[in-house]
């Protein structure tokens, strides 16, 4: 009985001991009791209104950012349809255009400015 008593009490020690090694990321978190549902102050018709307006301005947000394109990628129009997935599209490709133009302009004064050095020796 007391080798099992001592037995218990080394498991016991070599329990506290291999925690001590855990790293915090590893510890066990308390588990947090769910909050009870929350009592709003406003009516469900104003809640309803409220969520309605919300969804009103992200749409005119997101509107006004399509206009934005249109004004400034060349191949869109306000008179054609204006898909998401057109606007996407040649958007998509002016920003390729935009990318190759830039390169090709850097190539070129590249060459302007070893030009000039060659010709200013």
Do not use: C, F
């Given at each position: 009985m007391t080798n099992?008593?001592?037995?218990?009490?080394?498991?016991?020690?070599?329990?506290?001991?291999?925690?001590?090694?855990?790293?915090?990321?590893?510890?066990?978190?308390?588990?947090?009791k769910p909050r009870g549902k929350r009592m709003s102050k406003l009516s469900e018709s104003q809640i309803k209104i409220n969520h309605v307006l919300s969804e009103k301005k992200r749409r005119e947000l997101v509107r006004s950012i399509y206009d934005d394109l249109v004004d400034v990628v060349p191949d869109l129009t306000e008179k054609e349809s204006r898909s998401e997935m057109i606007?996407?599209?040649?958007?998509?490709?002016?920003?390729?255009?935009l990318y190759k133009r830039n390169a090709y302009l850097?190539?070129?004064?590249?060459?302007?400015?070893?030009?000039?050095?060659?010709?200013?020796?």
């Amino acid at each position: 009985m007391t080798n099992g008593g001592n037995h218990n009490e080394m498991n016991v020690h070599s329990l506290e001991s291999s925690n001590d090694n855990v790293p915090d990321s590893l510890d066990i978190k308390k588990v947090r009791k769910p909050r009870g549902k929350r009592m709003s102050k406003l009516s469900e018709s104003q809640i309803k209104i409220n969520h309605v307006l919300s969804e009103k301005k992200r749409r005119e947000l997101v509107r006004s950012i399509y206009d934005d394109l249109v004004d400034v990628v060349p191949d869109l129009t306000e008179k054609e349809s204006r898909s998401e997935m057109i606007i996407y599209l040649k958007t998509i490709n002016y920003l390729k255009w935009l990318y190759k133009r830039n390169a090709y302009l850097r190539s070129e004064l590249i060459k302007n400015i070893k030009i000039r050095k060659m010709a200013s020796k």
